[in-house]
């Protein structure tokens, strides 16, 4: 039920706000988005010639930021929303997007990144036990590393644990605790990096296999 409520918002968002509008998945502004682009990005120095699985990869706007920015990168999008994933593929036809709840979802390759923005922000039902499962999944398909952003639980917003927005009072955006996803992070790997550095409300973890 949740899920499918989460599916009709972002159906919704998308016809309100258009297809090349940051709103139609919720970003404040296409500012932001960039910026936690660029922070997911820098889990390495470079990523030209790499392999990526974008989680939540909602209208492929990343892949669009990738490809500006790198070289040679072979993409691939997975989103659990039918007409955002169709959308996606208007908007940059050349990607492959995997159309299905990820946590369900077979993948038959691994990659040697895995990313997801935002995807994980709105509070499920039991959501810490969800987020580990998300982020061990994506630990178990990386040859290299992880990188995903989170909303902080260090920010002013939690306080009010705010509904997504005034027409959808059940979705709400879920704040965590960064050094408890620190902390997971480190029993699936030794290398695991934190920032918090970029914006007030927003952290990001790297977590990386030895290679």
């Not at 709103?23 to 988005?33: D, G, P």
């Not at 995997?98 to 390759?109: A, G, I, M, R």
């Amino acid at each position: 039920m949740h899920e499918n409520a989460i599916t009709s918002f972002y159906e919704q968002a998308l016809k309100k706000h258009g297809l090349y509008s940051p709103r139609a998945l919720s970003y404040n502004s296409l500012e932001s988005q960039i910026t936690r682009f660029k922070v997911l990005s820098e889990i390495v120095p470079n990523l030209d010639n790499q392999s990526i699985l974008d989680v939540g990869s909602g209208l492929g706007d990343f892949y669009h930021f990738l490809n500006k920015n790198f070289k040679n990168i072979k993409y691939t999008g997975c989103d659990i929303t039918p007409e955002i994933c169709q959308q996606s593929k208007v908007k940059y036809p050349q990607i492959q997007v995997y159309c299905s709840d990820f946590l369900q979802e077979f993948f038959s390759e691994n990659y040697d990144f895995v990313f997801c923005s935002g995807a994980l922000n709105i509070e499920m039902p039991n959501h810490i036990d969800y987020l580990k499962k998300a982020i061990t999944k994506m630990y178990a398909l990386c040859n290299k590393g992880v990188a995903f952003n989170l909303p902080s639980k260090l920010s002013e917003l939690a306080k009010k644990n705010p509904a997504i927005d005034n027409e959808h009072q059940d979705i709400k955006i879920a704040y965590v605790d960064p050094c408890e996803m620190f902390a997971f992070c480190k029993t699936l790997s030794p290398r695991v990096t934190l920032r918090h550095d970029y914006m007030p409300h927003d952290f990001s973890i790297y977590c990386y296999r030895k290679y």
